[in-house]
């Protein structure tokens, strides 16, 4: 792969000279970052280029680029040949998703599919490409931990990834997954979007209820952070959230690497800065997201702001959640939330119920919200054990016309509105007739 890269570098520079590049990037925390390595990288070789941030990737998106200018694809396009193959210009993919159609003569590909490397996310892709650029850009290794772990990439680390953390110096220790693991223990936990604890999350009374159990108690005027508590603390605290998600063996995932990285010249929790990055996006301020990577300042308060806002957003949703009416059926559960819920955060509303005590592993929940003139659908699996979401969501949207992304335990799509009650129905035959192994 880093001879595919070297050769990309070289023909980049080549066109480059005579077209200006535009980086178009997927939205998440993963896109965020993988657009923030390339821009650096690029403003250092002195190269003019543009930055588009997009939800997803359509057809009308593709057709209205510029073909006088190179496009470089970040985390997405994977699944777009066929479109992307009547684009009269070259085209640069630096992506991490599963290739579903051959790749057209246009189309240069950097993705680990195509040489059997380990699983890595988008930014870490970019991460290898900055590098091999130039030593110079080893500073931008952080930026890959944090899309590392807005992924969830960082259970299996290969080579790749081993080499990204010693050029980030990052820090790791052993503890409860639950970030920020560098702030206050209460808000923490009140706010969590990586661990779902029924009658704590989102409940500050929940949270106190907590505490008071495992008998962890504030020292001056507030309580400890994550990497602060003992281990006799954090073993009280891990047996107190254990206790309240009774029948749902979650312990592996809870316990694992917290992983800090040095940023804005402070030891930070990667994942809490991959959650912020998402949320900036997700609250539609992608800007603000790429700002902040870049370590424009301005954008520190701002992003911050946004975040508490998102948090704000997630805890309504989840309380929406936990309310309301869910078809339910043979290991699925379905979450119409129509326009109570932004479309934008749904699929992290889907991802936290996954991870819930109320849903036995191999139970597929699939989450949708209203865009505009459009239902986003967010699929996501219990567990570890079950069906491929993603052949799941095909079996039913392409007949309807749609396309689907995603991974086979996280997949998403887009379909019309006026398609909501047929893609339901259908929806609910076909994770009917098709039972999940667990």
Not at 13 to 34: N, V
Not at 423 to 432: S, T, W
Request: net charge neutral; proline share 3%.
């Amino acid at each position: 792969m880093l001879s595919a890269i070297k050769s990309a570098i070289e023909r980049i520079d080549i066109l480059s000279k005579t077209k200006p590049i535009t980086i178009i990037s997927h939205f998440d925390t993963d896109g965020i970052t993988s657009a923030a390595i390339f821009s650096r990288a690029l403003q250092r070789w002195n190269k003019k280029f543009s930055v588009k941030i997009l939800k997803s990737l359509e057809e009308t998106h593709i057709l209205a680029l510029p073909e006088d200018n190179l496009l470089v694809f970040l985390d997405l396009a994977s699944n777009s040949m066929r479109y992307l193959k009547n684009k009269k210009t070259d085209i640069f993919i630096l992506d991490h998703h599963e290739i579903t159609d051959e790749i057209p003569s246009n189309v240069t590909m950097i993705n680990p599919h195509l040489y059997d490397k380990e699983p890595m996310s988008g930014a870490a892709v970019a991460y290898l490409f900055a590098k091999s650029l130039s030593p110079e850009n080893k500073d931008l290794a952080n930026l890959a931990v944090i899309g590392m772990v807005g992924d969830s990439l960082e259970k299996n680390l290969g080579r790749v990834y081993d080499e990204i953390l010693r050029d980030s110096n990052t820090v790791i220790k052993k503890g409860l997954l639950l970030y920020p693991s560098t702030r206050p223990l209460d808000k923490a936990l009140e706010y969590s979007s990586s661990m779902y604890i029924p009658g704590v999350t989102g409940s500050y009374l929940g949270v106190l209820e907590l505490l008071r159990d495992a008998n962890i108690q504030k020292t001056e005027d507030r309580y400890k952070s994550i990497h602060e508590l003992t281990d006799e603390e954090m073993s009280r605290l891990i047996t107190s959230i254990m206790l309240r998600m009774v029948g749902h063996d979650t312990t592996q995932e809870m316990i694992g690497n917290l992983y800090l990285v040095k940023f804005f010249n402070k030891l930070e929790d990667a994942r809490e800065f991959s959650a912020l990055i998402n949320a900036c996006s997700r609250m539609d301020n992608p800007e603000i997201a790429l700002g902040f990577c870049l370590g424009n300042r301005k954008y520190i308060e701002q992003a911050e702001k946004v975040y508490i806002e998102y948090k704000q957003h997630l805890v309504s949703a989840l309380r929406y959640v936990s309310e309301t009416d869910k078809i339910t059926g043979n290991h699925y559960a379905i979450i119409n939330a129509k326009d109570r819920i932004k479309d934008t955060i749904i699929g992290t509303v889907a991802s936290i119920i996954s991870h819930s005590p109320a849903y036995p592993q191999g139970t597929i929940i699939v989450a949708l919200a209203y865009n505009e003139d459009k239902i986003k659908v967010s699929a996501r699996m219990s567990g570890k054990e079950g069906k491929n979401v993603r052949e799941v969501l095909s079996k039913v949207v392409v007949p309807l016309g749609g396309e689907v992304g995603g991974h086979p335990n996280a997949a998403g799509c887009l379909i019309l509105r006026e398609q909501e009650s047929q893609f339901i129905q259908e929806l609910q035959k076909v994770l009917e007739v098709e039972p999940i192994k667990v």
